[in-house]
């Protein structure tokens, strides 16, 4: 043990009622001193702001801190790789409003923690990266520690705050801070410096147990002005095409009967975001996700709810729109509710910014709508009737593909079958990466239920899959399906492993074209290497499910792929099903060809 001076803490201002103190194991306190430590008082922190699950992977200097968490009953789900950890640590955030904790060793581990971290504060997804550091002594000096890194500096820029901990007596106000920052307001990812010194420095154990701080109300509610609600309705009231666009931010906020009674009440048509899908049923009647390219340029006044008018929406402007370039506006007014007051008119002109959080502003807008006594306009039929149509030509065009049977599958055929199986499983979360695996799969396979749809988000980052698998089926107990390109699967493929050693009942689906994008190029330049697209033809990922106890299957044919898939489900059983499609199936970028610079080659 280290011989820290040990200093007496000071009462914390937050420190609340005895009751919220912490039970200290007595077993972790030498009784004669009646001592605490760093280890111990980072579990107490944890445990006593609700934390019961620990996403990470261990070695110096957080070894020993992986085995007494789970001592102390914490759930400690160790990766194969920090960056799957940490892509399950931010998901468990979207998913409970609380932040998800990722724990890695230093300077590696710590950087491969990283880009869950930044992925997380892109997001607006909650989470800790807590990493172990080498002695500041030596790194600061540069004189080459093991693992030696300034951690602090480099995470910075990509969280949302970032923090060190020096002294055992600082442990609680760290915590605290960690989590307040990763959930109030706009939510982000948090990182916390832990270096190897800290954890044994002693310190009398009821002054530790005074220094720890339970965190009161660490997202406060945000209440919108009175009068940005009201010009906000009012511009909603006069519109003659109104939509609503749902985002992931409106997922988060957990309001779920809120929105769906101010989409109800309004009669006004909607487009969920890719993970927004649920928050009301994609076969919702007043949904306009099948007619999506027709009302993005008609509609007159947009409410967008918890979602940025980033590249994703492209950016509020331009053709998408229905301006004539794609610099240009196209007319729109936009009422914005975002808890981030920073984020109107950040690409276009917000005419209505209602900035809280979406709890509250939805409810506000509700009470406003009730207190017109029914005299809330129904938008007019014209708009509702010409929607009608697109979806329903759309949604005919579509089952026509869908009820295609080729040999081999393509995307359509197979994720048919996904669609009928999510229809009957209705509490399953699915996970979704790859290109076309995604775009398909997003736009086939309806979603039931609020935050059942977990996906690449907005960076649309492959890497993401098993992470969030793992994580989805930790902190829901729900059966989890991931449809994964060939190449998602790829980066995060070893944390089959991780599901078959907690025996998770996920099912990955890998949508198989040998390759990214599609598996039939080759390099015509007469060079003995493959093209850099493609992949070993005939791969059977399948065996690698296998390798570790699960189940693995190949699925040539959709009546394969659903009696593996239903047997999955029945069995709850890690399985992986290896649905072989037509190699020739999908596009370059998928959907996103446009944002290609290969596709913006002048000719
Ligand atoms: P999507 O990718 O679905 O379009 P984004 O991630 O771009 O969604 O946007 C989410 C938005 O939701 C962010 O601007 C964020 O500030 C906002 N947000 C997140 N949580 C809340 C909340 N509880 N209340 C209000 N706004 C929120
Ligand atoms: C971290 C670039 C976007 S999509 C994709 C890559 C490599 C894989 C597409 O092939 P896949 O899907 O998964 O087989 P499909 O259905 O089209 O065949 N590195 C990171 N993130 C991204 N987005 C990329 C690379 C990319």
Known sequence: MLDQPTRTAKPSPGASAAEDAPKIASGEINAQSQETDGFQLVIDALKLNGIDTIFGLPGIPITDLTRKLQAAGLR????????????????????????????????????????????????????????????????????GDYEEMDQLAIARPHAKAAFRVLHAEDIGVGVARAIRAALSG??????????????????????????????????????????????????????????????????????????????????????????????????????????????????DVVLVIGARLNWLLSHGK?????????????????????????????????????????????????????????????????????????????????????????????????????????????????????????????????????????????????????????????????????VEGDSAFGFSGMECETICRYNLPVCVVILNNNGVYRGDEVNTTGGRDPSPLVFVKGARYEKLMEAFGGVGVMASTPAELRNAMEEAIRSRKPTLINAVIDEKAGTESGRITSLNPAAKKKP
Not at 271 to 276: E, H, I, W, Y
């Open 76 to 143: 400690v789900i160790s990766f194969r790789h920090e960056q799957n950890a940490g892509y399950a640590a931010s998901i468990a955030g979207f998913m409970t409003q609380k932040p998800g904790i990722c724990l890695t060793v230093s300077a590696p581990g710590f950087m491969n923690g990283l880009a869950a971290l930044a992925n997380a504060t892109t997001n607006c997804f909650p989470m800790i990266l807590i990493s172990g550091s080498s002695e500041r002594e030596i790194v600061d000096l540069q004189q």
């Open 318 to 482: 331009g053709k998408t729109w229905g301006a004539n370039s794609a610099k240009d506006w196209g007319g729109q007014k936009f009422i914005q509710i975002d808890i981030s007051p920073q984020e109107a008119d950040s690409n276009v002109r917000i005419d209505a910014p209602v900035v809280g959080d979406i709890g509250s502003c939805v409810s506000a807008m509700l009470g406003a709508i009730s207190a017109t006594a029914g005299s809330w306009p129904t938008p007019p039929a014209e708009w509702l009737d010409a929607i009608a149509q697109r979806k329903t030509k759309n949604i005919a065009k579509m089952g026509e593909s869908l009820a295609k049977n080729p040999t081999p599958m393509n995307f359509h055929s197979a994720l048919n079958v996904v669609r009928d199986i999510v229809k009957a499983n209705p509490d399953a979360i699915l996970v979704n990466e790859g290109a076309n695996a995604l775009d398909f799969t997003r736009s086939i396979v309806d979603m039931y239920k609020p935050r059942k749809r977990l996906d690449v988000g907005t960076w649309g980052v492959m890497g993401s899959g098993m992470g969030f698998s793992v994580a989805a089926a930790v902190v829901s107990g729900e059966q989890v399906i991931a």
């Open 186 to 299: 706009r939510p982000g990812g948090v990182y916390l410096d832990l270096p190897a010194k800290l954890f044994p420095q002693t310190m009398d154990a009821e002054a530790g147990r005074q220094s720890l701080i339970k965190v009161v109300d660490p997202a406060p509610r945000q209440i919108p002005a009175p009068d940005a609600v009201k010009r906000a309705l009012d511009l909603l009231k006069g519109a003659k095409r109104p939509l609503i666009i749902l985002g992931k931010g409106a997922a988060y906020a957990q309001a779920d009967a809120d929105i769906r009674a101010l989409v109800e009440k309004t009669s006004i048509p909607y487009l969920p975001m890719a993970m927004a899908k649920g928050l009301l049923p994609d076969t919702h009647e007043q949904s306009a996700a099948a007619a999506r390219s027709y009302v993005l340029p008609e509609a």
